[in-house]
Antibody, heavy 117, light 107 residues
Framework: QVQLQESGPGLVKPSETLSLTCNVS????????WAWIRQPPGKGPEWLGH???????DFNPSLEGRITMAVHVSGNYISLRLMSVTSADTAVYYC????????????WGQGSLVTVS | DIQMTQSPSSLSASVGDRVTITCRAS??????LNWYQQRPGSAPKLLIL???DLKSGVPSRFGGGGSGTEFTLTISSLQPEDSATYYC?????????FGPGTKLQIK
């Protein structure tokens, strides 16, 4: 059973960099592509991007230039960095697996609330 | 970018009722449409992919349909545990947007 667990600082100052990790268990990092999705308070989810274990990436154009993702195969985790944050980046951040046939998201972590203030 | 809308934004129904939620895309997305259920305090849970394929383990009272720009999620006989917010999501082209959600309450 795939299990995902996000972790990172719950509070980030404006203009600084948000950094999160997602620990993966129950599956090899090479089996899935890995996605980050966020959900601002009271709003719908927003796809941030996804990455394969060989580094193939697809990012939300609205975040281009600010976002990086990485897959750490030996460590069994993925990472997200979002630079120059503002209050608009306050959200619950989820990691998830990307579907095989198209970008649907079938296994999710519990989420990590990040507040920019 | 493809925009997603949902209707209604909220609804209230009784146990045993048949409920339908509609999702519309701003341009044709074939059947690249997925549905999620989110209970308060939890992550979204995938229910249906490719417009009508029920994910393994999801109760058969959930069904999806549609293609092109209009899609539906139907719950054939509402159960108390179906109280949640439901989101559609297009997987046709990036950015892979979610709809604004439909909040379903049980009377």
């Amino acid at each position: 059973q795939v299990q995902l667990q996000e972790s990172g600082p719950g509070l980030v100052k404006p203009s600084e960099t948000l950094s999160l990790t997602c620990n993966v268990s129950g599956v090899s990092m090479t089996v899935h592509d890995w996605a980050w999705i966020r959900q601002p308070p009271g709003k719908g989810p927003e796809w941030l991007g996804h990455i394969s274990y060989v580094g193939t990436k697809d990012f939300n154009p609205s975040l281009e230039g600010r976002i990086t993702m990485a897959v750490h195969v030996s460590g069994n985790y993925i990472s997200l960095r979002l630079m120059s944050v503002t209050s608009a980046d306050t959200a619950v951040y989820y990691c998830a697996t990307r579907g095989y046939s198209s970008p649907y998201f079938d296994f999710w972590g519990q989420g990590s609330l990040v507040t920019v203030s | 970018d493809i925009q997603m809308t949902q209707s209604p934004s909220s609804l209230s129904a009784s146990v045993g009722d048949r409920v339908t939620i509609t999702c519309r895309a701003s341009q044709s997305i074939s059947t690249y449409l997925n549905w999620y259920q989110q209970r308060p305090g939890s992550a979204p849970k995938l229910l249906i992919l490719a417009a009508s394929d029920l994910k393994s383990g999801v109760p058969s009272r959930f069904g999806g349909g549609g293609s092109g720009t209009e899609f539906t999620l139907t719950i054939s006989s509402l159960q108390p545990e179906d109280s949640a917010t439901y989101y559609c999501q297009q997987s046709y082209s990036p950015p892979y947007r979610f709809g604004p959600g439909t909040k379903l309450q049980i009377k």
